[in-house]
């Protein structure tokens, strides 16, 4: 069958569109880069042992981040144990179990209306709700993260619980197997990619917060065990970037900061491509 030669309008056209996305990729890349580049350049001769080991202390006239660092692991570490379940039920039940399709699609709405929603309002009710009645701690802070990150486990979940063939609950169900069965042993197991994504998602996000929890979490720098840290309050290490930068004027620790954030953004970016891919391969097998 013969083609119809293409036209040299249309041949102009398609090679304005060719030039105009490759100038969008290589701006897009050329900011990035330069963004990487520019944080390491500033912040990575600044970071030391000393700062990353000690606390800080006026009387010495030390700077450390060893508090903040801690105060990261322990928000993250407990916004985790709570919005994962919370996440991953809401989906599960959304996907597998209701039957009112108008309560579902509200639900869905609500969740959508969640995640596009200022953290500085997340903040100021975190506030209300949880400082008020709790003190400023972490754990204030991490109820505050457990409401921002739950649409993003439930939506990745369901997204994923959706890739789950039909037929293989079918078949699970002509061989016996009841509901809560199935749903254990064969639609889990073939979307755990999808809620490994979505936590990590929330991870990146959780590490990369300050305006939520500058409201709930406060900005002390001391170093405490898992439970006393909870229930204190503390600093993470973006809160701590501003509070040196705006507060302080200690720009050359922000840029260190900030660079250790930019790596730990990295190295999460990193696991979830590996993480996706060591499932895909496993589907294929």
């Keep these: 069958m013969l083609t119809k030669p293409l036209s040299k309008k249309r041949i102009f056209y398609e090679w304005i569109l060719k030039v105009l996305m490759l100038l969008s990729v290589g701006i897009t890349a050329a900011l990035v880069l330069y963004l990487i580049f520019y944080v ?9 042992w000393e700062l990353l080991s000690t606390s800080p202390s006026y009387l010495a006239d030390r700077i450390g981040i060893l508090p903040d660092i801690l105060n990261t692991i322990y928000i993250v570490m407990a916004t985790l144990i709570i919005v994962l379940p919370l996440g991953v039920g809401a ?8 039957t009112n399709k108008k309560l579902v699609g509200i639900i869905e709405y609500a969740a959508e209306t969640l995640a596009g929603i200022p953290s500085i309002i997340y903040g100021l009710v975190g506030m209300l709700l949880f400082s008020n009645n709790m003190g400023t701690c972490l754990m204030a802070g991490a109820l505050t993260l457990v409401i921002m990150n739950l649409p993003t486990i439930m939506r990745t ?11 293989y609950r079918e078949g699970a169900f002509g061989l016996g197997a009841g509901k809560w069965r199935v749903v254990r042993t064969v639609v889990l197991p073939g979307c755990v990619d999808g809620v490994i994504t979505g936590c990590i998602l929330a991870i990146g996000r959780i590490i990369g917060e300050s305006a939520a929890l500058l409201f709930t979490a406060g900005f002390a720098h001391t ?3 898992v439970v006393e840290g909870l229930s204190s ?32 953004v990295i190295i999460i970016n990193f696991a979830a491509t590996l993480v996706q891919k060591y499932f895909q391969k496993r589907r294929s097998l």
């Design 91 to 98: 989906a599960v039940y959304l996907t597998e179990y209701a």
């Design 157 to 167: 979940t369901q997204e994923s619980l959706k890739t789950v063939p039909q037929s």
């Design 233 to 264: 309050p503390g600093a993470t290490l973006t809160v701590a970037l501003y509070v040196y930068a705006k507060e302080q004027g200690e720009f050359a620790i922000a840029f260190a900061i900030a660079a250790i954030l930019m790596i730990l």
């Design 40 to 48: 390491f350049s500033k912040g990575i001769p600044t970071i030391t």
């Design 223 to 225: 170093v405490n065990g």
